[in-house]
């Protein structure tokens, strides 16, 4: 496995600006992918948290296009569970669908259906069922290291589930805004100019793990974190975001997505547990 940084976890991190709730978020992604005719771009979630849950859709020539967002109006958009629980999404805003009665249950299947100009888009992802909450989130000054300048900084620990493959994204928080590392520092690492780590448990498999979290704190400021459990589906697509985006001038291919050829973007059903703290 590739370490990019000296963490207990590996960790991946992407340029994602996310907007919205503390468990719904868009977030637009800016990369230069394969150029095609216009596709269907899919953005759906559905987590352990209460609904309604989004479905956004789009029309792009390319995965990323200067121009504004270009809804995809007048779909039938239907997610439905193994249970046989089955939701027909209302359009809310143009592009934007939303579910009224199903609720995301960890350990189903979910699959979300779309039916547009005749074409019908599928894609399905499981909620994990082996997980654990945040164990504990500390706030804790450190003195300046060749890692990082002297200051207040966050720890997240949790207990990795023992046997089982696990997948793990966070996000962090300061005073209410979601955090840009580094965002003032033109020479600063592309991979540390971003809001997102992602990590896999490949070699802390039922251990306690932490995550020592980059932004430097200061007396007064909330912090909060989210811990997503994710799985290896929603990982790699995230993982080949990263890998399109780190190849410069190159033709990057698009992202690894769960509906295939048919669209591009991602359907994910995730489990998110969040804690915060101020610090003192």
């Known amino acids: 496995m590739e370490i990019r940084k000296p963490k207990i976890f590996q960790k991946i991190i992407l340029l994602l600006v996310a907007t919205g709730l503390l468990f719904s978020c868009e977030e637009v992604i800016e990369l230069d992918l394969d150029r095609v005719d216009p596709r269907m771009v899919v953005e759906a979630n559905i987590s352990n948290q209460p609904g309604p849950y989004t479905v956004r859709l789009s029309e792009t020539t390319d995965f990323y296009d200067e121009n504004n967002f270009n809804p995809r109006v007048g779909a039938e958009v239907i997610l439905y569970d193994e249970l046989g629980n089955r939701d027909t999404l209302w359009e809310v805003t143009p592009g934007h669908y939303q579910t009224t009665s199903i609720r995301g249950m960890v350990g189903l299947n979910y699959t979300l259906e779309i039916h547009h100009e005749g074409k019908t888009y599928t894609a399905s992802s499981k909620m994990p069922d082996q997980f654990n909450p945040i164990d ?35 996000k962090i928080f300061v005073n209410d805004k979601v955090f840009i590392f580094n965002q003032d520092d033109a020479d600063a690492d592309e991979y540390e100019d971003n809001n997102m780590y992602l990590a896999t448990d490949q070699f802390t498999d039922g251990r306690y793990v ?20 994710i799985n290896q589906g929603t990982y790699d697509y995230y993982r080949t975001l990263l890998e399109a985006a780190g190849l410069g001038g190159l033709a990057p291919a698009n992202p690894i997505s769960n509906f295939g050829e048919q669209a591009l973007g991602n359907f994910n059903a995730y489990v998110v547990f969040a804690d915060s703290t101020v610090v003192q």
């Open 210 to 229: 932490d995550f020592d979290l980059s932004p430097p704190l200061k007396i007064g400021d909330k912090v909060k974190v989210e811990l997503y459990h």
């Open 136 to 170: 504990s989130l500390i706030v804790a000054y450190e003195e300046e290291s060749i890692f990082r300048d002297a200051g207040y900084y966050a720890k997240v620990t949790t207990q990795d589930p023992e046997g089982v493959d696990n997948y793990y994204r966070l």
